[in-house]
């Protein structure tokens, strides 16, 4: 089981880290565009758009990758205090009562939104219109790797339950390595530890 929920975490960061590429292209678009519009004087009326389908493509493709690393917003106020088995049943109730339900929707309107869409070919609303009917396609695809990867997650509530113990997860990166930052400073975990007792003796005898 664990085998099967590392490697739906995999193919949810796959599809989060590609979706990840629209970012270089959202950038090149928008600067060439400024350049194109206020140095050439020679805007173009397409761009808007793309940039909207670009940046809808990121935001919802990155939807699974955000919940196989357990970034999506949840209030913690409370929750970091429970046990994991509290944790584990408050997360299966939602699950099933709402995200099941609500992406499950998703899926099948999105499927069906976008072959009407490609029925009639449909495009953009402007002077130089895009085709729209690919970028509705997302939306179906976007939904059925969140449901996935909602599945991976009730599995690990209902593990979690069982055991007492959240299973594990996949690695990822970072914002910052802590282990390589230790070893470029040449830092040791003792070192760390030495240190924090010598400025709590310091503060107890102030």
Not at 45 to 59: E, N, R, S
Not at 137 to 160: H, K, M, S
Not at 161 to 182: C, F, I, M, N, S
Request: a neutral charge; charged letters at 15%; one cysteine or more.
């Amino acid at each position: 089981m664990q085998k099967l929920l590392l490697a739906i975490d995999t193919i949810s960061t796959f599809i989060g880290k590609t979706a990840a590429w629209a970012v270089v292209g959202l950038t090149v678009l928008i600067s060439w565009e400024v350049f194109s519009r206020y140095a050439l004087n020679n805007p173009h009326a397409w761009v808007l758009d793309a940039q909207i389908m670009l940046y809808g493509t990121l935001f919802m493709l990155a939807g699974a990758y955000t919940l196989a690393k357990g970034g999506h917003v949840r209030g913690d106020v409370l929750y970091g205090f429970f046990s994991p088995r509290a944790q584990a049943s408050v997360d299966l109730t939602l699950y099933i009562v709402f995200f099941l339900p609500g992406v499950i929707a998703m899926t099948w309107a999105g499927w069906t939104y976008a072959q009407e869409s490609l029925a009639i070919r449909e495009q953009t609303f402007s002077a130089t219109p895009l085709p729209l009917y690919p970028f509705k396609f997302v939306i179906p695809v976007a939904a059925a790797a969140l449901l996935l990867q909602g599945l991976a997650e009730i599995a690990r509530c209902v593990i979690c339950l069982k055991t007492g113990a959240w299973p594990p997860r996949g690695d990822d990166v970072q914002e910052v390595d802590v282990d390589k930052l230790k070893e470029m400073v040449h830092v040791k975990d003792a070192d760390i530890a030495a240190l924090d007792r010598e400025l709590a003796a310091k503060q107890g005898r102030a």
